[in-house]
């Protein structure tokens, strides 16, 4: 099954859900950065979300950068959201496996922590960004998005996100689900969707079930209208011609240290950790531009 993302409204209109398969985005990710379980589980829930916020976007020319610290051993999670739904992203320390005691799940709460900012940064192509940070409540992604949404964008928010990671540290299902109040909702639709949250199968399980988005949409509404549906993907937009770019920007001296001492370079991406190497002939070439 591919990675697809859901645009839906419910109650009349009053209610929007959007919901997202990111299970292989999430492999993807997981693959290219070497996340142990626990890594894996954070950065595919920010991923599952950032690819929700990105496919809210007016114009294909804006963009959000997502970027929390709880003060965890797992460093900073920084996620870039797109308007087609794509997404790239990492985070500071992959190498992380915390589990829960008593439940044996993974404690993602511990890894991210929650003494820190979850920061929303919104570049709409305006001379200066949208920037909304609110504190982490959990550090669990889940409820600090929720709580992001009610408090920064004044929007009341459920949010589920879930990344089920197997013994080999691969993910075999990821997705996330935003259900959203409209400013004309009704206190009955308030209601029904507090008994949906309460009936709610974590996503995970319902993708890993074989559950598409339009079956996990229609298994907890009787009158949804889709809007849309579509693929998504992680997506990065590095390329060998952009680290060129950013080689003429080193300097000539620098550029003449790296051809004499090291006879070329690797440059790696740190978005989607994607080697680019440079010889010494091909330094030589950006050394004359200089």
Not at 122 to 150: N, P
Not at 257 to 278: A, L, R, S, V
Request: proline share 2%.
């Amino acid at each position: 099954m591919k990675d697809e993302l859901l645009h839906a409204l419910v109650c009349e209109g009053r209610v929007r859900v959007v919901i997202n398969n990111t299970t292989q985005l999430c492999e993807e990710a997981r693959r290219r950065h070497d996340c142990w379980p626990t890594a894996a589980a954070a950065l595919g829930r920010v991923l599952s979300i950032g690819s929700i916020m990105g496919s809210m976007l007016k114009d294909e020319s804006e963009k959000i950068t997502i970027q929390i610290n709880g003060g965890g051993p797992i460093g900073t999670i920084l996620v870039d959201c797109f308007s087609d739904g794509n997404v790239r992203g990492f985070v500071g320390d992959p190498h992380q496996f915390y589990t829960y005691n008593d439940t044996g799940k993974l404690a993602v709460g511990v890894a991210v922590g929650h003494e820190g900012t979850l920061k929303v940064i919104r570049d709409l192509g305006m001379k200066e960004d949208f920037t909304g940070t609110v504190d982490l409540q959990t550090g669990e992604i889940g409820d600090d998005f929720a709580y992001y949404f009610t408090v920064s964008e004044q929007t009341p928010s459920v949010v589920s996100l879930g990344v089920l990671v197997e013994p080999d540290n691969s993910v075999s299902a990821a997705g996330g689900m935003l259900i959203q109040l409209m400013p004309d909702a009704k206190e009955e639709d308030i209601v029904k969707i507090e008994n949906i949250v309460k009936e709610l199968k974590p996503m995970s399980e319902m993708i890993h079930e074989g559950m598409s988005c339009a079956d996990i949409l229609n298994k907890y509404f009787d009158d949804a209208e889709i809007l849309e549906t579509k693929e998504i993907a992680f997506k990065c937009h590095c390329s060998k011609d952009g680290m060129k770019q950013a080689l003429m920007t080193v300097g000539k001296e620098e550029l003449q240290k790296m051809i004499q001492e090291d006879h070329g370079c690797e440059i790696t991406c740190h978005w989607c950790n994607e080697h680019y190497n440079f010889s010494e002939e091909e330094l030589k070439a950006i050394e004359e531009f200089l």
